[in-house]
């Protein structure tokens, strides 16, 4: 006996719709943000080009983490969009877990890196700056293996919540690693803001570098645990409300990451006049009888 089982919901106007209903709203969810992630590229290539001279290599960086944003979000709207009207994805499943492994690997790569003040403060990273990326990337590898089995498989299968715990316990390693050279970049500019004359400019640099390490930790924070319970506790009908949150959150990320530090030919962090440099010696000063 050979039976065909579909399952599906019918719209206003009697087409079929293969999404469940609270996912039918991603295909259209997922474009708006490739728009908005499409023209912040356009953006940042204007940003760039305008300010040649400031242009470090982790800018170029950056904006490629942004094109494969943009080309992630494209293929899950193609994704979404096919397997609601056929109810197969048509091999666009495969374009999105390819661009999703870049990027994000791109995403932990580029924090690391800016944590560790490479291309900006030094053009050279520590041993064990790179012990951090050679542990991160090879995970990351195994998180998207691990997502991929998550996304192309279900309950049924033997292992699937061996994965799913997997793919949880690397990504909070991951997500812990790129932490300490942000750290580490803290703990040497308040060092160094003590002995090589330059309070300013080393005082902007720590403020700088603990607003990232402050945003990055919402980031984590938001995006691992606050979309986790609401994909817990919204009703069916509003699965897309913690996909929504998550790439709302993730689009303010990259905003406020790009603004702080963009290629600009007078950085507000950089350049200091003289009245500047006695006030931080004075607020070092202060800081250090505080600690």
Partial sequence: ???????????????????????????????????????FLGLWIYVCYNNKRSVHRI?????????????????????KHYVKVTGTPHGWDVLFYIFQFIRVVLLFTVIV??????????????????????????????ANIASVVIGETGPFIKDWVTWNQVFLLVDIICCCAIIFPIVWSIRSLRENSKTDGKAARNLAKLQLFRQFYIVVIGYLYFTRIVVFA?????????????????????????VVIFYMFRPVEKNEYFVLDEEEEEAAELALRDEEFEL
């Fill in 1 to 39: 006996m050979s039976v065909k089982t579909q399952v599906y919901n019918l719209d206003r106007d009697g087409s079929m719709d293969y999404l469940s209903a609270g996912l039918t709203q991603l295909p259209s969810l997922f474009f708006l943000y490739f728009l908005a992630y499409a023209a």
């Fill in 230 to 254: 609401l994909k817990t506790i919204a009703a069916y009908k509003y699965q897309w409300v913690s996909n929504a949150a998550e790439e709302t959150a993730s689009l303010l990320f990259y």
């Fill in 113 to 142: 890196l800016i944590g560790t003040g490479w291309s900006f403060l030094k053009p050279f990273l520590q041993e064990k700056e790179k012990k951090v990326l050679m542990v991160v990337i090879p995970l990351q590898v195994l």
């Fill in 59 to 79: 800018h170029l960086l950056m904006g490629g983490l942004l094109l494969m944003k943009a080309l992630n979000l494209i293929c899950a709207a193609e994704d």
